[in-house]
C-alpha cells in the first residue's frame, strides 16, 4: 500500500512540473494566491469618460473586447488590422457608430506578468491616439480581471498597471441633460465567486440605483447551462439572476468561454463575447441613454 501511494504521489509530482514548465503560468494555476475577498470588498465609484458627455445626441457605441491574452505563445496576433478597422468606425458618417470608450472584459494578461500588463497598455494608448486624431478626446479603456491575469500572483502587476487599478466598481453615464443617463457595473470573478463582501456592497449600489444598467464580468452566469465555465457557486449565481432582474439590469456582458452566445433572461440578457485573440473577434454596443436601450452588434471581425 506505501509503495502504490508512493507511486501515485510521484506520478502527481511529474504531471505537475510537465504542466508547470509546458506554460508560463506557474504554480498559480492550481492555487489563488490572492483571494477575490481580499480584493473586492467595496464597490468603488470612478470617473465617468469625458468622451461620452462631448457626444452629440443621446446615442453613441462603446467597443467590447475580452480574452485578449497578450504574453500568448500564439504568433498570429494581428493589432494593426484590429487598428485600421477602429480608424474606419471612427470615419463613420453615423456619429452613434463612433466608439467612445472600451470595455475589456478579462484575460487581458495570460499569466499575469508586468511585461504582459505593458503590452496591453501600449494597445489601449494606441487606440486613445487614434480616438483623439479623429476627435474623440478622453478615449478610456475599463478593464476587469479574468483568471488569467490573477496567474503567478498577477493582482500585485494589475492594480500597479492596468486602470482603474481596482477590480470592482462603477460609473454613470449621462450624454445630454434630456437622457436618464446608464449605470456601468464592473465585477471581479477572477476566481470564479464574487465572494459575500462584493455581493453585499453589489447589492446595496444597485438597489439604491434607479438607471438602466450595464453590467460586465469575466466568468459567465449561465453560459447556456456549461456549469465547468460559469460563476461556480450555484447560490451565489442565482442571487446574481434575482439581483439583475429586479434592479433594471438591461445587459450582462462577459468573457472566459471564448464563444458568442446571447441568452434571454427575462428582464435582461447575457452576451458571452468571442476571444479577441483566439476568435479575432469583438462587439459594438449602441447604446440610446434617452430609452435606456442597447443593441449589440456581435461577432465583428478584424
Not at 147 to 168: A, E, I
Request: aromatic share 12%; charged share 25%.
Amino acid at each position: 500500500m506505501k509503495v502504490k501511494s508512493a507511486f501515485a504521489a510521484a506520478c502527481f509530482l511529474v504531471l505537475a512540473c510537465c504542466l508547470f514548465l509546458s506554460c508560463n503560468l506557474g504554480f498559480y494555476w492550481f492555487v489563488f494566491g490572492e483571494d477575490v475577498e481580499d480584493r473586492a470588498k467595496e464597490i468603488i465609484v470612478i470617473d465617468s469618460p469625458d468622451s461620452v458627455s462631448e457626444t452629440t445626441g443621446e446615442k453613441y457605441s462603446v467597443l467590447v473586447v475580452t480574452d485578449l491574452h497578450f504574453g500568448s505563445e500564439r504568433t498570429d496576433r494581428d493589432d494593426e488590422a484590429f487598428y485600421e478597422w477602429f480608424k474606419k468606425q471612427l470615419a463613420s458618417d453615423d456619429e452613434s457608430l463612433k466608439p467612445r470608450f472600451m470595455i475589456c472584459l478579462g484575460d487581458i494578461l495570460d499569466g499575469g506578468h508586468k511585461e504582459e500588463a505593458e503590452e496591453y497598455n501600449n494597445f489601449a494608448d494606441k487606440l486613445a491616439d487614434l480616438a483623439e486624431e479623429a476627435g474623440i478626446h478622453g478615449f478610456t479603456s475599463y478593464s476587469i480581471v479574468g483568471n488569467h491575469d490573477l496567474y503567478n500572483h498577477g493582482w500585485s502587476v494589475w492594480k500597479k498597471k492596468v486602470y482603474p487599478d481596482t477590480s470592482f466598481y462603477v460609473f454613470n453615464t449621462k450624454s445630454d441633460s434630456q437622457s436618464q443617463g446608464m449605470s456601468w457595473y464592473f465585477l471581479d470573478t477572477g476566481n470564479g465567486t464574487l465572494g459575500k463582501p462584493q455581493l453585499d456592497s453589489l447589492s446595496e449600489t444597485m438597489e439604491n440605483d434607479t438607471r438602466p444598467k450595464i453590467v460586465s464580468m469575466h466568468y459567465p452566469l449561465y453560459c447556456g447551462g456549461i456549469v465547468q465555465l460559469c460563476i461556480q457557486n450555484s447560490m451565489e449565481r442565482n442571487l446574481l439572476m434575482s439581483l439583475f432582474a429586479r434592479n433594471n439590469v438591461k445587459l450582462v456582458l462577459e468573457g472566459h468561454a471564448h464563444r458568442t452566445k446571447h441568452y434571454d433572461c427575462g428582464n435582461f440578457e447575457e452576451h458571452l463575447i468571442s476571444s479577441y485573440l483566439y476568435s479575432r473577434a469583438f462587439t459594438l454596443l449602441t447604446v440610446d441613454e434617452k430609452s435606456g436601450s442597447v443593441v449589440s452588434h456581435p461577432d465583428l471581425e478584424y
